[in-house]
């Protein structure tokens, strides 16, 4: 009987880890990010792209941009050669419901390029009305 309990348990354990959207995003907080690709992790339940932004007074922030897990992105053609270290991009997302934390959830990113990816964000079908731009800079 423990170990039937034990199984169970193990079992359950990564579905807990897995959240819902709304549960650490805020779907009324658009934010476009302009920055370079400084990491990228490529991890379950969500891989993470790190954004290096520079600010309107010159100063850096490290944004986390949760995508869709790897499995996600390879079915919608994105690899981790997709998303090379060092490149300028644009991303567009949500924060974290915890504005204080320099997270977001992705929905797409744009290459200087003109390409797009999308990052199989789990967020609101619809794109960002308007996602505020004072908050970034555009890259160099």
């Not at 990228?40 to 995508?67: F, Q």
């Not at 897990?69 to 270290?85: A, E």
């Not at 300028?88 to 290459?111: C, M, P, Q, W």
């Not at 967020?123 to 555009?138: F, I, L, R, V, Y």
Request: neutral net charge.
């Amino acid at each position: 009987m423990k170990s039937v309990l034990f199984v169970l348990f193990a079992l359950t354990l990564p579905l807990s880890a897995h959240h819902a959207f709304g549960g650490e995003f805020d779907a009324n907080a658009p934010v476009l990010l302009k920055g370079k690709i400084t990491k990228v992790e490529w991890v379950n339940p969500h891989a993470w792209i790190h954004v290096e932004v520079t600010k309107e007074d010159g100063s850096k922030e490290e944004w986390m941009v949760e995508g869709g897990s790897p499995n996600s992105l390879l079915r919608l053609g994105v690899t981790r050669d997709s998303i090379p270290v060092g490149t300028e991009v644009v991303v567009d997302g949500y924060k974290s419901r915890d504005h204080n934390l320099l997270r977001a959830n992705g929905r797409n990113i744009t290459f200087p390029d003109g390409r797009k990816l999308l990052l199989g964000s789990s967020g609101p079908a619809e794109a960002p009305k308007a996602a505020p731009t004072d908050q970034t800079k555009a890259p160099h």
